[in-house]
């Protein structure tokens, strides 16, 4: 049977073509995605602020450029000249958004009363503008905190002068200041040599002040700190460890491709079997002898079916979870080409694989046993798979508690979500663990397996 | 007449509350031809399933009285073949399944019994239907049956497909083999059983001969008398027409009579 599945396979040209092309192409896709993506959004810069303008703070300047390089750190930068320009750009996609520096922003951010403005053109379809929102707003709070922690510098030194003594390097300013913390030196000197008095008294008093302030001073350093930078992000990893995104794609990727191909291959499988009639010949048992069994020509005993049910379901499992598996593999080691994988957990990568191909090739035989004809039940494994790839990536918290009850539940009940665990610490080592994925996985095969057993009961 | 080679008693078939056969009692003998007509919905298919092995009755018990050759050889109304495999094939295939002793010589012999020795190497999608049904017959054949049972094996072909199907299986009754099948078309129960079983509403009605058929319903048993069941055809209502027609006549008639 396994050889007759095969020789029919290899004769649908176009599956063929497509199993073959289908990995190397997704492969290819994924690989060149996720190695030369742009990290950096292109957006478009119109800068009407003349060159060289600058911010001034207790009389010191910043360079407006240094805001600039914060803001454009976070984008690939295409200078236009004119806002019509940037208008075309963002209209025309050739970039995602674009930024308009106002001509005043130097004034603007000098000024303690009004806030500077930047303007933000994007297109109005739904994904870019989150998109858009999402990186500009990051880099502009990435360029703001950068403007002040210059600033918090800028302050610091000065406060530093003030107790320290110096140059303040403000224009009409002294020169040569004694600093806070050398003026109750100074006052004690002069007060030794002065009557007590009033005068004495009130030198006395200047000289604690100045010791008070010059200690509390001190630490504006660290207040100024806190003051710019109030909340420090400290993370906590609970299981596993930390994946990385273009490493989870992979994952994703190459589980969504093993479902596909493995249940359309599986449900495709025993459909066939219908839709061409022979299910019935294969299955049929003759009646019962009244004079003992045997054929003159066969030796298969009379009301035994040719194959049994349970080796025909084993037997389009068997061959949709090798057919996946392989696929999957060469997914794998194509995309591997582009991403940094750990090989040295191949065995771990097979493992998980064939336990995911085994649960969806359980779920496309009991497909397969329910639909008639082949388009029927290509037509409900893609029906079917479709909406479990996608909850099994709805993340906690993204949607209502009730909701994600729900969601938790179709993905423990199909083997999708599993299957992408189950890879993921194959590859990532994250968790859950390995092992409880693939209980899980032989489990649903089990479940799925004795549910095409039951819809395979009915032979016409 | 003997034993029965393939014995049914009190078959019943229940499809939820629908009743599709209800008590049917059928016998075939050695060397018999045997046809089961009816009206569309009577029973006919589920019958020659249940008879084959296809699906269990509901109640009701089958005998197959095997001696030297044995089993039942199914050949269902539409050809249970693999279209993209080729005839030969598809006679490996079901001969290695059957656990035949000599496959080669199993399937070089069907070849030469089908006359389909030329095609063998063609992909069955590209059979014309007279030739698909001759594999499908062939595949019936293979575990060399006792019963061949035959679900309306001419429903598909034109004239001229359906009288070399028809030579093919008079063939194989004047070998020896039983052959039980169903029909729409009542001139070829005439023409070809030696005795015709009529269904209907899940209920056997009738056995015996067409003569005894016409009779029953009250029509000219001359008629049939002087109609030659084995004269060439090329389809129906082309030879001995009077004697189909009052056949089919007669059919219609014990139908009515019956309120069916």
């Known amino acids: 049977m396994l050889g007759k599945d095969l020789r029919i396979l290899a ?22 995605a996720i190695s030369r993506a742009p990290s950096k959004p292109k957006v478009a810069v119109l800068n009407l602020s003349p060159p060289g303008a600058s911010v001034e703070l207790g009389g010191r300047r910043v360079d407006v450029g240094h805001y600039y390089s914060g803001l454009f750190s976070q984008v690939q930068v295409v200078p236009v000249a004119t806002r019509a320009q940037a208008v075309a750009a963002v209209e025309s996609g050739r970039v995602l958004a674009a930024i308009v520096i106002p001509a005043n922003i130097a004034t603007r951010l000098s000024s303690v009363t009004s806030q500077a403005q930047i303007e933000v053109i994007y297109n109005g379809e739904a994904l870019e503008q989150s998109f858009v929102h999402s990186t500009i707003e990051a880099a502009l709070a990435q ?100 994946t990385p995104l273009d490493a989870y794609a992979v994952v994703v990727a190459v589980s969504i491709s093993l479902m596909f191909v493995c249940v359309l291959l599986a449900a495709g499988g025993i459909a066939l079997e219908r839709e061409e009639h022979t299910l019935s010949r294969l299955l049929r048992r003759g009646p019962a002898s009244a004079a003992g069994s045997g054929h003159a020509r066969g030796r298969r005993g009379v009301g035994r079916p040719l194959v049994s049910r349970e080796l025909l379901l084993a037997e389009k499992l068997l061959l949709a979870a090798g057919c996946s598996l392989v696929l999957a593999l060469a997914m794998l080691a194509g995309i591997g080409a582009f991403v940094g994988l750990e090989w040295s957990r191949a065995a771990l990568w097979l493992l998980a694989l064939a336990a995911g191909a085994l649960a969806f090739g359980a779920l496309g ?4 046993a329910l639909a008639r004809e082949v388009r029927a039940a290509s037509l409900l494994a893609f029906l079917l798979s ?66 095409a057993r039951l819809g395979l009961r009915r032979v016409e | ?42 029973g006919k298919t589920t019958l020659l399933s249940i008879l084959a092995g296809v699906q269990p009755p509901s109640a009701g018990t ?20 693999y279209s993209r495999l080729t005839v030969a094939e598809n006679l490996e295939l079901f001969v290695h399944l059957e656990g035949a002793s000599d496959p080669h010589d199993a399937v070089q012999s069907m070849l030469a019994q089908t006359g389909l020795g030329e095609r063998a190497g063609e992909r069955v999608e590209r059979l014309s239907g007279g030739n698909r049904q001759r594999v499908n017959i062939a595949l019936g054949l293979l575990s060399d049956p006792a019963v061949l049972v035959l679900d309306e094996p001419s429903s598909s072909l034109d004239p001229r497909q359906r009288e070399r199907l028809w030579q093919f299986i008079l063939g194989l009754s004047e070998r020896g083999r039983c ?48 109609a030659d069941p084995a004269a060439p ?21 014990f139908l009515r009579e019956r309120g069916h």
Do not use: C
């Open chain 1, 143 to 242: 360029a703001n905190l950068e403007l002040s922690d210059q600033i918090r510098g800028l302050a610091a030194t000065v406060i530093g002068d003030l107790v320290k003594g110096g140059s303040l390097g403000v224009p009409g300013a002294p020169q040569n200041l004694p600093g806070l913390r050398r003026i109750p030196g100074i006052v004690h000197g002069v007060l030794r040599h002065e009557p007590p008095g009033a005068q004495r008294t009130a030198l006395s008093q200047v000289a604690e002040f100045a010791e008070f302030a010059a200690q509390n001073l001190g630490i504006s350093g660290r207040v100024l700190q806190t003051v710019s930078r109030p909340i420090a992000v400290r993370s906590t990893l609970l299981r596993g460890r930390r």
């Open chain 2, 1 to 42: 007449m003997g034993e029965p080679l393939l014995a049914a008693r009190g078959i019943a078939k229940r499809y939820g509350a629908r009743e599709a056969l209800r008590g049917v009692d059928v016998e075939v003998h050695v060397g018999e031809l045997v046809a089961i007509i009816g009206p569309n919905g009577a």
């Open chain 1, 365 to 368: 035989i009991a497909i397969g």
């Open chain 1, 11 to 32: 004769r649908s040209r176009l599956l063929v073509g497509v199993l073959v092309v289908y990995p190397i192409a997704v492969a290819l896709l994924i690989g060149l």
């Open chain 1, 386 to 451: 479709l909406p479990l790839a996608f909850l099994a990536l709805v993340p906690a918290g993204a949607v209502a508690g009730g909701l994600y009850d729900v969601i938790r539940v179709i993905s423990l009940v199909f083997p999708y979500k599993a299957a992408l665990q189950a890879l993921d610490a194959a590859v990532n080592r994250s968790s859950p663990g390995l092992a409880i994925s693939l209980v899980h996985l032989l489990a649903l095969t089990v479940l799925f397996g004795g549910l």
């Open chain 2, 179 to 226: 052959v039980l099948f169903s029909t729409h078309n009542v001139s070829e129960a005439e023409r070809y059983a030696d005795r015709v079983l009529v269904l209907a509403d899940g209920e056997l009605i009738f056995s015996g001969s067409p003569v005894e058929l016409a009779r029953a319903a009250g029509a000219d048993p001359a008629a049939f008398a002087q």
């Open chain 2, 62 to 81: 089958l005998t197959l009285a095997t001696g030297g050759s044995a089993g039942i050889g199914w050949v269902p109304q539409q050809s249970a073949l």
């Open chain 2, 233 to 253: 055809s090329a389809g129906a209502g082309e030879a001995s027409p009077r004697g189909r027609l009052d056949f089919e006549g007669a059919f219609v008639e």
